[in-house]
């Protein structure tokens, strides 16, 4: 695609149910990217993707997060059993590669509230 | 480890006038270093970059930016501000010999710039 796609834009959910949000990257992206930004705050690495695999995790916040990505395109962050800490805007973004100094495309984000 | 640090949360000029956004940053070895800003309602767009060379970056929109590696900081100007320049400004370091591809970004400046 032309840009990279986050669904849904917007998500209203109550504490303790699971949530998946999505994201598709730039093709030919081997990169994938997904950060959390807080209310005014900064952003926050969760994780990248090389491919289909993640060689990096460590910004997962807890066991409750986890991404995935298959077809080295679409990939899908998993939040089970949400609580209120959770709710911010999460980004995608993605680069043709992983390794040099690689621009990220970002999403316009999925903003998640927990109530 | 690697961090950036922005120390000012906000920064305001007057139209026409210069401005700075102040970064500075810690890596191992020699880094890459990105500004991106983000405007209201639209996703992070790429500014500029330093991988090497040139100490004096030029990117978009007029901006530029300078690294310094005594000092360790990578500062983004403009020299004559706009009002439409208003949104906010996040710096993002990656060490190239620190063992994973993540790119850290900083708290972010925002930047007002009055008429």
């Known amino acids: 695609g032309a840009g990279v796609s986050q669904s849904p834009s917007n998500k209203v959910t109550e504490k303790g149910k699971d949530v998946e949000l999505r994201c598709d990257p730039i093709s030919g992206h081997t990169a994938l990217y997904w950060y959390r930004q807080r209310l005014g705050q900064g952003l926050e690495f969760l994780i990248y993707?090389?491919?289909?695999?993640?060689?990096?995790k460590s910004g997962l916040p807890s066991d409750r997060f986890s991404a995935e990505r298959t077809g080295e395109s679409v990939s899908t962050l998993t939040i089970q059993r949400t609580q209120q800490e959770d709710s911010a805007v999460y980004l995608c973004?993605?680069?043709?590669?992983?390794?040099?100094?690689?621009?990220?495309?970002f999403g316009a984000g999925s903003r998640l509230t927990v109530l | 480890a690697q961090s950036v640090a922005q120390p000012e949360d906000q920064v305001n000029v007057a139209e026409g006038n210069p401005l700075t956004v102040k970064c500075t940053y810690s890596?191992?070895?020699?880094?890459?270093l990105f500004w991106y800003v983000q405007y209201p309602n639209r996703g992070l767009q790429f500014l500029l970059k330093y991988i090497t060379g040139d100490n004096l970056v030029k990117g978009s929109y007029g901006f530029e930016a300078e690294f310094n590696k005594s000092q360790t900081s990578f500062h983004l100007k403009k020299p004559s501000a706009l009002v439409s320049d208003s949104a906010l400004y996040f710096c993002a370091v990656r060490g190239p010999t620190s063992g994973t591809y993540k790119y850290i970004f900083g708290t972010g400046t925002r930047l007002k710039v009055l008429a």
């Open positions: 890596v191992s070895g020699n880094p890459y």
């Open positions: 993707f090389q491919g289909n695999s993640a060689p990096d």
């Open positions: 973004a993605s680069s043709l590669l992983a390794a040099g100094a690689n621009v990220l495309t």
